[in-house]
């Protein structure tokens, strides 16, 4: 099974060795783990010098950029990578002994899953203000209460490429897609669960697939972006949830409790699959 999983603390005190539980990681076999608390950022950032913050946050964000790009957990791109290996962070464990510290690694006989690393992260790194940990991947339950319903009018879980997309020179994934007299698209993003960076990379990657289908279609569509607001406190996230709403006026954003009406308006309009069988 080979879980295990490793805690990040900040030194706010070194002389008296007082430190403050910052982020999590776990790795399970071929899945990777990783979440920092903005809310303990902001408690350390009152507690330590600006240059010292500053190489802290620093430091959490490129860990969590590495993690992110290497896995957004799901498959790891490489499973033999040595900086995500338990003997790597045993090294840490005993050599990082500067603003930030890691526990040394320790096993559990489980696989890892969201469920797993919420309590895990719940016990150890709790959060400030009284925020809630989702036990559900808000995106996993969105999908498994809509597919059903929508599976006969769109591709789901689709890559797309320039054949099916004029001008779609990378070619990029998509929950679904389909058309009537208008191509329709949907994504759905946990914005309290998925680090700033994957996500901007998320909503990036869907933004210009949507670029090029209005270019190719008189900038008309129906365009869904399906997510809940994040908790306040996650600051980054939640400035970009408040500035993708302010800025992008083309798309429609529904909460997880408002997603009926995708479903509703498929069959209303006679939606059909984008790419047929076979094609793709």
């Known amino acids: 099974m080979n ?4 805690i990040l603390r900040c030194a706010t005190r070194p002389t008296v060795d007082e430190q403050l539980s910052i ?7 071929n899945k990777v783990f990783f979440r920092y608390s903005p809310s303990k950022l902001d408690v350390i950032k009152n507690l330590i010098s600006k240059e010292a913050f500053g190489l802290i946050k620093a430091n959490i964000k490129n860990i969590d950029t590495y993690i992110s790009e290497k896995s957004t957990n799901e498959i790891l791109t490489s499973t033999n990578d040595r900086l995500l290996n338990e003997s790597y962070f045993k090294y840490l464990s005993v050599y990082a002994n500067n603003l930030i510290t890691f526990s040394k690694p320790i096993k559990i006989d489980v696989t890892a899953n969201d469920e797993v690393f919420n309590k895990l992260y719940n ?3 709790f959060e400030s203000e009284g925020q809630k940990i989702e036990h559900v991947d808000s995106v ?11 599976e006969q009018y769109v591709n789901i879980d689709i890559q797309l490429r320039e054949e099916h997309i004029p001008e779609l020179a990378i070619p990029t994934k998509v929950w679904f897609v389909g058309e009537n007299q208008v191509k329709v698209t949907g994504e759905a993003v946990d914005f309290n669960r998925k680090h700033s960076g994957y996500l901007e990379n998320h909503l990036r990657n869907y933004l210009y697939l ?3 289908i209005r270019a190719a279609n008189n900038n008309i569509g129906k365009f869904y972006l399906v997510g809940n607001e994040p908790f306040k406190a996650n600051i980054e996230n939640h400035n970009l949830w408040t500035s993708i709403r302010k800025d992008v006026k083309y798309l429609e954003y529904l909460s997880t409790s408002e997603i009926d009406s995708i479903s509703e308006y498929m069959v209303k309009h006679g939606v059909n699959p984008l790419v047929k069988e076979g094609i793709n």
């Open 3 to 6: 879980t295990f999983y490793s």
């Open 23 to 29: 982020a999590l990681f776990l790795k399970s076999n």
């Open 123 to 125: 016990k150890f790194i």
């Open 140 to 150: 996993i339950k969105v999908k498994k209460k809509l597919n059903p319903k929508i």
């Open 210 to 212: 949507i670029d090029r």
